[in-house]
């Protein structure tokens, strides 16, 4: 399997054949993760686990379904911000692969794509470019799944 340069080995390894950073995974958070798909309140969550992406991007998401721009703004910042410290703690130096395929890594590359919908929402275009660019630098994949 091939995704920007990159051919899967097997569970999860790659190498990246264009010699740039190798892929970063963001650990799991399973008391979180597991909340969430049981159908616990994502406010709850958020208030045990603020630094777990997901729960920000699920907000961020279920409040621009409602028509809720400015707040799923504010969700998928929040979640961008909380991705990124993540990112940085896991090794990664501000670019590089963060692969869709790595399902812990799904709730900052979600709040990424949320971000950039709500900036375009309100007219901040060079942020929503600024957004859909490094989605897609970060995860071909991701992109398509998000668009």
């Known amino acids: 399997m091939r995704e920007g340069g990159r051919v899967a080995y097997h569970a999860g390894m790659t190498q990246n054949l264009l010699g ?3 892929p970063t995974h963001l650990p799991d958070v399973p008391e979180a993760s597991r909340l969430l798909a049981d159908g616990a309140d994502p406010y709850e969550v ?3 686990f ?18 809720s721009v400015i707040e799923c703004y504010a969700y998928a910042r929040t979640g961008y911000h909380r991705g990124l ?6 090794g990664w130096k501000g670019h ?14 979600r709040a990424l794509a949320a971000l950039g ?18 989605l897609r630098d970060s ?9």
């Open 46 to 48: 958020a208030a045990k």
């Open 117 to 134: 919908r709500a900036a375009a929402a309100i007219g901040e275009d060079e942020e929503a470019q600024r957004c859909r660019t490094f």
């Open 96 to 109: 590089g692969p963060i692969p869709w395929s790595h399902e812990p890594n799904r709730g900052f590359l």
């Open 20 to 22: 740039g950073p190798p």
């Open 50 to 67: 603020p630094a777990f992406p997901t729960v920000w991007a699920e907000l961020a998401e279920r409040a621009f379904a409602k028509g």
């Open 85 to 90: 410290d993540a990112l940085r703690r896991s």
């Open 139 to 147: 995860s071909e994949e991701a992109a398509e799944a998000l668009s």
